[in-house]
């Protein structure tokens, strides 16, 4: 991040940035100060990644409460966004749960691969069973691993279902599935063809 002045990272699981703190103190306290930058953006308001179906509404609930605290304790405030790429379902009543703990948007992808029933959007309102309502977003490009490449970038633009309505899609760059993070090669590549003729424009926002 002190290379890339432009990069923002988001983060999510309130344990991993806990661990970190006990472990590599000067290493969080340079987080902090990113943070404090905008730079740094923690997503989720939960303890960790849960599983979307099997857990009870309290576990839910118990999952916010602890995350959404910490968020506030050590980053002056709580998450907006529920960050919950990984799960292969989604329970109804997880929208008024995030309302109810100050989460106003929801990403996820796993709903994307399903190879029986294509769901017909990328970004929607997401009604719960008491009638809560959450902005939803399943990246267009399929993937939260991606590498910044031109086809990409290319496919984030075309497969994206409400072209007209949304125009706009994330691009979830790095290797996501595991943890790693982006690449300095991926930066340079997303660097390089941002601002290409031909290609769809797009940028590093937070």
């Known amino acids: 991040m002190e290379r890339y002045p432009e990069f923002t990272f988001t983060c999510s699981q309130a344990q991993l940035l806990q661990w970190v703190k006990e472990d590599y103190p000067v290493l969080y306290s340079k987080i902090k100060l990113h943070a404090a930058e905008g730079r740094f953006i923690p997503v989720g308001g939960t303890w960790v990644e849960m599983d979307g179906n099997l857990p009870s509404g309290e576990s839910f609930i118990r999952?916010?409460?602890?995350?959404?605290?910490?968020f506030e304790k050590e980053f002056g405030s709580k998450c907006k966004v529920f960050w919950?790429?990984?799960?292969f379902g989604y329970s109804a009543q997880l929208p008024q749960i995030m309302r109810l703990a100050g989460i106003e948007c929801f990403l996820s992808q796993k709903l994307s691969w399903n190879l029986v029933n294509t769901f017909p959007h990328n970004s929607f309102w997401w009604q719960g069973?008491?009638?809560?309502?959450?902005?939803?977003?399943?990246?267009?490009?399929?993937?939260?691993?991606?590498?910044?490449?031109?086809?990409?970038?290319?496919?984030?633009?075309?497969?994206?279902?409400?072209?007209?309505?949304?125009?706009?899609?994330?691009?979830?760059?790095?290797?996501?599935?595991?943890?790693?993070?982006?690449?300095?090669?991926m930066l340079e590549r997303i660097d390089r063809v941002k601002n290409i003729d031909g290609i769809p424009r797009f940028d590093s926002i937070s």
């Open 129 to 185: 069973i008491d009638g809560s309502t959450v902005l939803a977003h399943f990246p267009s490009g399929d993937s939260y691993a991606m590498n910044g490449t031109v086809s990409e970038v290319i496919k984030c633009a075309e497969n994206n279902k409400d072209q007209g309505r949304a125009d706009i899609s994330m691009m979830l760059y790095g290797y996501g599935d595991g943890g790693g993070g982006p690449t300095e090669d």
């Open 63 to 70: 999952q916010f409460v602890l995350g959404q605290r910490f």
């Open 84 to 87: 919950l790429p990984d799960t």
